[in-house]
């Protein structure tokens, strides 16, 4: 059974605090169960909507792997970074994170991000094969990977979740102690490192109790949602696409907090926290079939129109020759939504002349835009269109 462990709190240094956070007391420290290694029996219900989520991400992967649309995990992978900096209170924008990544420099947010999304995909990679174990020493290591200023290693003093200050005596949650940390970590990761059963109901439970256990001292809510990638991908339901699970929780995480806290009942909610979570994976399945149409779509619109634009300058023909660099720029945009002179003269095999002259005609004709440093120069050209239906996964969610 959980159970609370009483601690006492004295502030290691008051100064700069507010009078609330000043004072000492006592709290009670959350100890979750450890997992058992099998899934739980659920109910028929709850299994079912498992059952539901775990066909939409395979229908996802199919479609990714069956029409090569590495375009459309690329979109993806920058959905869920962004959604997920959302989570933690960072507000970035697709254009202004694509642009920090294509020039490999801007504010420190979108570097952050960028560098998180890279290590935990190396990471969660390294991790999904099924034939090794994953151990406490990975999930530190992921964990690192996402917090790089941090020391490696579990927590060793107590940390608290929520709050409306700088103590756990007005926190909303407090989990383990630290010296139960190192033992609840070992079973996860032994729980994590099996394959059997539903690989969204494991995915669930498994994200819940990393979350419970929450023991890092930053990064926590990052790389507890690696996990849920590391699992659906050691299954095998997933294994061309990341699915952006970020955009759903993040659109409501009233409920999504709601549903941890269910969680952590005696007894916990199992049921109610796994159906919600697999409602949300099978959404942001959905949403993501649905972006991969979208932009099918809009590469149509865009085609069309610049055939358009072409014509109402009397520039002949009007349709760009097959093997042009306008045309190579155009089949990219969704993976590359961030161009410049160089990377299209370098990624294409032109000469700067001729990247410029695609890129300017892109620009003139209401494709691309072009970004100004504060100098007025500019530095390079972005498709806006492309880049807006990755904050409209999130937007959708929203709507739900």
């Not at 066909?55 to 995990?73: F, T």
């Not at 759903?248 to 009233?254: E, I, L, M, R, S």
Request: aromatic share 4%.
């Amino acid at each position: 059974m959980p159970y609370t462990v009483e601690q006492h709190w004295t502030p290691p240094n008051p100064a700069g605090l507010s009078r609330k956070d000043r004072a000492s007391g006592a709290y009670s420290a959350f100890v979750p169960d450890e997992l058992d290694l099998a899934l739980p029996r659920l109910s028929e219900a709850t299994t079912s909507i498992a059952e539901d989520a775990t066909v939409a991400l395979a229908r996802l992967d199919e479609r990714v792997r069956a029409s090569d649309s590495l375009y459309l995990n690329h979109l993806l992978i920058r959905s869920e970074s962004i959604s997920s900096s959302w989570i933690e209170g960072n507000r970035l924008s697709p254009k202004k994170l694509a642009i920090a990544e294509h020039l490999r420099h801007g504010d420190r947010v979108a570097l952050d991000v960028i560098a998180n999304v890279r290590a935990t995909e190396k990471s969660v990679d390294e991790l999904s094969n099924p034939d090794r174990p994953v151990t406490k020493s990975d999930i530190e290591d992921l964990q690192h990977s996402i917090e790089p200023r941090l020391e490696i290693g579990l927590r060793t003093e107590q940390n608290w979740v929520g709050g409306p200050g700088n103590s756990p005596l007005r926190a909303d949650f407090i989990p383990p102690p630290p010296t139960e940390v190192p033992r609840l970590i070992a079973n996860l990761a032994e729980f994590i490192s099996r394959t059997d059963g539903n690989p969204v109901i494991r995915a669930a439970i498994a994200h819940a109790q990393f979350e419970t256990i929450h023991p890092f001292i930053d990064g926590n809510g990052r790389t507890g949602r690696a996990l849920v990638h590391t699992v659906l991908k050691r299954a095998g339901v997933l294994r061309s696409v990341l699915v952006p699970i970020s955009t759903v929780f993040a659109a409501d995480t009233k409920a999504y907090i709601g549903g941890l806290t269910a969680f952590r009942r005696d007894p916990p909610d199992l049921d109610g926290w796994t159906a919600s979570f697999a409602e949300a994976v099978e959404q942001a399945a959905s949403s993501a079939v649905l972006l991969g149409e979208d932009i099918d779509a809009l590469d149509q619109t865009i085609r069309s129109d610049l055939v358009e634009y072409r014509r109402s300058i009397g520039k002949t023909p009007a349709q760009p020759r097959a093997g042009s660099v306008i045309l190579k720029v155009l089949e990219r945009l969704a993976q590359e939504p961030v161009v410049t002179i160089d990377s299209v003269s370098a990624g294409h095999g032109v000469t700067r002349a001729a990247a410029h002259r695609a890129l300017v005609e892109l620009a003139d004709a209401g494709i691309l835009r072009k970004t100004k440093n504060h100098k007025g120069k500019i530095v390079c050209y972005s498709a806006d269109q492309h880049l807006a239906y990755v904050e409209l996964v999130e937007s959708r969610q929203r709507r739900r």
